[in-house]
């Protein structure tokens, strides 16, 4: 076993020294085990203590940005968890949308989709699935072992980071065609749509602009890889 994911969180009869008492035999039985904060009462920690629990959930929500404390946001394809007849689905853009602020948040991305009565997934969930894996196939590069930053989530969207690469997930585009962003550490060498042309960038020490026109706009969003001059001390 891997993963203990805990629930029930909420109720009165477990106390926080319950969980705590129970993450540290957990440990000792396996240390490199991963258990979620649910351990604990509603994810608490006791007052003077340290977290207990490896990462923190949020459901139905985007965890917060977290450098050195990994979180993982549940969030469900449906309007409720589990299977339900006639539910509404959540379109591909819509999750894809979640998965790319999840990771520019630094965080993990768990989707809850929901099996029928005979362990069969209906079809309109499978349409969203394969939509997504075709996204994935083109932009996974973004995601996939990347982490979140250096430039904080906004409005516009958000970035990820890999190596000398940071990958700018846009999501919402100016009218201006120009999109300015704060500075980021390192030069610039290159920039350009994922799979695509080149993108006009322009650094100064106080900012970053990008420039585009709409017509480039790529679906569900425009993401624009920014390649960095190698600098083996720099951390972005």
């Known amino acids: 076993m ?49 977290k207990v629990g490896d990462f923190d959930v949020f459901e139905e929500e ?17 309007s409720r968890w589990s299977w339900r007849p006639n539910d509404k689905i959540k379109s591909s853009s819509e999750c894809i949308e979640t998965l790319v602020r999840c990771a520019g948040n630094n965080g993990n991305f768990l989707l809850d989709i929901g099996p029928t009565a005979d362990g069969t997934i209906e079809s309109k969930q499978t349409e969203v699935l ?41 999501l919402d585009w100016p009218e201006s065609e120009k999109l300015v962003l704060p500075a980021v550490a390192g030069k610039i060498t290159a920039g350009k749509l994922l799979g695509g042309d080149n993108v006009k960038v322009v650094q100064s020490k106080t900012n970053l602009t990008i420039q585009m026109a709409k017509d480039n706009m790529q679906k569900p969003h425009t993401i624009i890889a920014l390649q960095l001059e190698k600098d083996q001390n720099r951390k972005l």
């Not at 996204?135 to 990347?146: D, E, L, N, P, V």
């Not at 930053?149 to 190596?163: A, E, Y």
């Open 2 to 50: 891997d993963i203990l994911w805990f629930d029930g969180h909420w109720e009165d009869v477990w106390p926080n020294e319950y969980g705590t008492e129970l993450y540290k035999y957990i440990k000792s039985l396996k240390p490199e085990i991963i258990v979620n904060n649910r351990i604990n009462r509603l994810g608490q920690q006791a007052e003077g203590t340290s």
């Open 62 to 78: 985007i965890g917060p940005f977290e450098a050195d404390r990994p979180t993982e946001s549940c969030i469900t394809l449906g």
């Open 130 to 170: 394969n939509e997504i894996g075709e996204w994935f196939k083109k932009s996974g590069q973004s995601i996939y072992a990347t982490r979140g930053g250096p430039l904080m989530p906004g409005t516009w969207g958000v970035s990820t980071n890999k190596d000398n690469t940071i990958f700018l997930h846009i």
